[in-house]
């Protein structure tokens, strides 16, 4: 199963160029499941909707409760702002639970799909986690309310659950560890998530938020790694496991660099093998 998550900007820069570079990128790429943030919806035309229609996969999509900060900031306050689930299989159930908020509620939210693999369902999250440098403590609010989130809808299924997203937080931070489970105790008690990027090539480029970026161009801190594909312990027969991992989306596509982001492509085994005794 091949996962992508990516962080398309919004509105910002140049969208409809940029929406042609993302389209091209997917294509390319044919994942089967695609987390997104900041797909924006304009009242006549929903991002994540038109992609999906254009890829031939299914779609659900939530909108910030909260998008007022943003829209200051592109200067338009029609354009609604939230997170999508694209698949290949239907869409069984969705849910959205609100994230906890800092001084500024900016509306994060986690985005639940149970998506219609034909041999087992999948359980599959994506989520946006607030932005500000300082807002550690606001993250491990919000990954620790993630996690209860997803304990109660992972079951049903051998398939491990699956949660994409950018938490804009390095893979050393508290937040990070606190939802991994893995390198600290766990924010729901026996539960744990592995990041997939534990099996990549270490010389392979990592930072998903890069100043290689033209984007980044007013940035001047170092690139680091911000978007997460986490799974779950593997299921019977190794179901669910991690077998590649690597960045993408990190290039220009005819003179065009998709996002301010590059994306995260893992692909995890869809089928159990033998079950050792």
Request: with cysteine.
């Amino acid at each position: 199963m091949r996962v992508l998550t990516w962080n398309l900007w919004w509105r910002f820069g140049p969208w409809q160029e940029r929406r042609k570079a993302i389209l091209t990128v997917l294509r390319d790429l044919r994942p089967d499941v695609v987390g997104l943030q900041e797909a924006w919806d304009d009242g006549t035309e929903n991002l994540a909707h038109r992609l999906a229609d254009e890829l031939g996969m299914t779609c659900a999509w939530a909108a910030s409760r909260a998008p007022q900060r943003w829209q200051r900031r592109l200067g338009d306050p029609t354009i609604a702002f939230g997170n999508a689930v694209l698949s290949r299989w239907p869409v069984l159930d969705q849910e959205v639970a609100q994230l906890p908020a800092g001084p500024d509620d900016d509306g994060r939210l986690a985005l639940y799909t149970r998506l219609g693999h034909p041999a087992h369902p999948v359980p599959f999250f994506t989520t946006h986690l607030t932005s500000d440098v300082d807002a550690s403590a606001v993250r491990c609010a919000q990954v620790a309310a993630l996690a209860r989130f997803v304990a109660t809808r992972r079951t049903g299924t051998d398939f491990p659950p699956v949660i994409t997203g950018d938490f804009n937080a390095w893979p050393d931070s508290d937040e990070v560890r606190l939802f991994g489970g893995y390198r600290t105790a766990p924010a729901v008690p026996g539960q744990v998530f592995l990041d997939a990027w534990e099996y990549a090539d270490p010389a392979q480029p990592s930072a998903t938020w890069d100043p290689a970026n033209p984007y980044l161009a007013g940035y001047h801190g170092p690139g680091v790694r911000i978007d997460y594909i986490h799974v779950g312990p593997p299921g019977p027969g190794g179901l669910g496991h991690v077998e590649s991992v690597r960045r993408t989306g990190d290039r220009a596509v005819n003179g065009v660099w998709p996002s301010d982001h590059a994306a995260v492509l893992a692909e995890l085994s869809a089928a159990a093998g033998p079950v050792a005794n």
